[in-house]
Structures are given as C-alpha cells and as structure tokens.
C-alpha cells in the first residue's frame, strides 16, 4: 500500500511519534511517502510556526499566518501517486489533499482529544478546550477517523506513543547522565530558565539547546566530543535523538508542557516539571491535567520549582499501556480497507 503521511512541522512531538508510526508501517511492506517542514521528508511544504514576544505567543500573527497560508503552492508540492490512504498527524496541506482526491483520511495526533469537550474543567480551560475544537476544524476538517494519543487518563485514547525506554544509548555517555537532570526547552526560553534556576550541587544539569557555543562563558568552557559546553555549573548538549535515548538514565526532566515528552515520562516512571508557554491553550491544559493527576509539577519562570516526585500510581494508563500496539491494530482497518 501507498501512504502519504503529513507531519505538523511545529516541535518535535508529532516528528517523533510519527517516526515510530512509520517504521511500523515500512515493517509491515507498506511504501510511506513523508509531506512535512522538517527535513525528514520526501516532500518539504511550509508550516505554520508559533512566532514569540517576550516568551508568549503572539496570537495574532498565528492567525494572519493560518489566513495567508499558500495552501495551492504546497498542494502542488505532493506529486500525483495513487496513494491508496493519508494519514495526517495535525498537518492541514494532507489533509486537504486527502479530501480533494477523495482518499480515505486518517488523524493521527494528540490535538483531536480536545474534540470531546470536558465540561469539569475551570472555565477559561472549558472555553480554550470549546476553541481548540473549532480549530480542529478548521486546521484538519473532516476525517474519516481520529486515533488519538495523549496522556489524558480521562480521554478515550490509544495510549501513549514512544520507543521501548530499554533501547537506550549505549557507551560512556550513558554513564554520566545517571541522575543527571535532563532540560529540554523552546531555545526562546532556555535563557529565562537559565536565570531562574538554582544550579544544584548533586547533579548535573542538561540543557539541549540549537548550539551550546551560544552559551559559552570564556571563564569555564569545555568543548568535548560529546558535542556539549559546560558554563556557569551546566552543561548545554546540541538537540538530537539523544535526549529521547537518555530519559531512561537521568533523574528528572524539565520541559514545556507538551504531550509527547509529558507522556513519555509518565509512562516511564520519571519524575516532570512543566513550564507551560505563554498563550500556548493546549500546553495550558496539559499542565491541569499533569497536576490535577498528580502526574508532575507546573511552574513558571518567575517563581520555579524543580519536581523530584516520581508521577503517582493511583492512575494507570491499563489498556493503553501499548500505545503503538493499540494504535497500529485501529490502523490495520485501513489498511485493509482499500
């Protein structure tokens, strides 16, 4: 079979998800044909990225660039194959391929679960969970199913996505980042968390960041071959696979509150401090639900807390335990349905 397959080109949360779905589907002898920004792809096509202002986002300028998005320009980008099925993990250009050439779609992604409206919670959540509906919507449209996967043990879920935490990097690295705390924030915010952060004497702090020489400090700098500088008692890593790889030996993570990380540490068991982004709706409700489960901790910049409380046991993920088990037996209908 013949897949397109669309990736939402902000963060890394639907790139990786998205990259263990496919290896499943490859395994299986299906040809997948990847529409995304990233530079995983066989056809690059713009995306609508979050643009910042003092560390919140800028709202309006989301919406101009959602109004003047060039939807027939990136339309043109995916080539005529006879695909037989598309599947969209919140990535509109598919989607609206999938509808124009009358091709079965499928949504794969976490933002779907805001479709079912949760009426138990605070107001404004209740009406920014009401919006992100709409803009379900209006993002992706109409599909022919929606298989979400989030860490929301209330929502009727697939479960959580992520790589078997026993693979893990291998080597001398390994050995450092045992309980080391792992950071992995918006470049736009590591500075702030830099200046609010008490740097503890009995672990080690790793920050992944675009390029650690940004924060190189001419009076405590060491480049190893590790690709990492060390400045001012932390130690600042280049982004990679090798946060993913790592959870499994540090002590802690700190992180924005998005839905894959957030569920990837739950399901392994590792204590999370969320620092939801300003205006960022989703995260906002992420961070409610993290608390109200006592899952982690939310915090801000300006009075943080680092959470060394591994996530309770009173809830369990039970039949989503095998999230890509759970999902690929839902998208098995499809692919058998052509």
Avoid at 46 to 59: C, D, E, T, V
Avoid at 281 to 301: A, D, P, R
């Amino acid at each position: 079979m013949k897949i397109l397959y669309g990736i939402n080109g902000e963060g890394l949360g639907h790139l990786n998800r998205s990259k263990i779905v496919i290896k499943e589907l490859t395994d299986m002898g299906h040809t997948v044909f990847v529409a995304s920004s990233h530079g995983w792809s066989n056809f690059i096509i713009n995306s609508i990225r979050f643009k910042y202002k003092n560390g919140k986002i800028r709202k309006m300028r989301l919406l101009w660039d959602w109004l003047s998005f060039p939807m027939r320009k990136n339309l043109k980008k995916i080539p005529k194959n006879n695909y037989d099925l598309v599947i969209t993990d919140f990535e509109p250009v598919t989607a609206r391929y999938a509808r124009k050439h009358k091709i079965n779609l499928v949504s794969i992604d976490s933002q779907h679960r805001f479709s079912t409206i949760d009426t138990s919670l605070p107001f404004m959540l209740l009406v920014y969970n009401i919006l992100l509906s709409l803009v379900n919507k209006i993002f992706i449209g109409k599909t022919d199913d929606q298989i979400v996967t989030c860490f929301h043990p209330h929502h009727k879920n697939c479960g959580v996505v992520n790589e078997d935490r026993n693979v893990g990097h291998q080597g001398p690295l390994s050995a450092v980042l045992m309980g080391a705390t792992l950071v992995y924030l918006r470049e736009e915010h590591i500075q702030d968390f830099v200046n609010n952060y008490n740097v503890p004497t009995d672990r080690v702090t790793y920050i992944f960041c675009d390029n650690p020489d940004n924060y190189k400090d001419s009076l405590d700098y060491t480049l190893t071959g590790i690709i990492e500088t060390r400045w001012s008692g932390l130690v600042f890593m280049k982004k990679g696979p090798d946060f993913k790889r790592l959870m499994k030996h540090c002590n802690n993570v700190i992180t924005n509150a998005g839905n894959q990380t957030i569920g990837e540490c739950i399901k392994n068991n590792i204590p999370i401090t969320c620092i939801p982004i300003k205006g960022q709706v989703e995260q906002e409700i992420n961070g409610y639900y993290l608390e109200k489960y006592n899952y982690g901790k939310c915090t801000t910049f300006d009075n943080f807390e680092v959470n060394y409380t591994e996530p309770s046991e009173s809830f369990s993920f039970s039949d989503s335990e095998n999230g890509i088990d759970n999902l690929m037996k839902r998208l098995t209908i499809w692919l058998n349905n052509v």
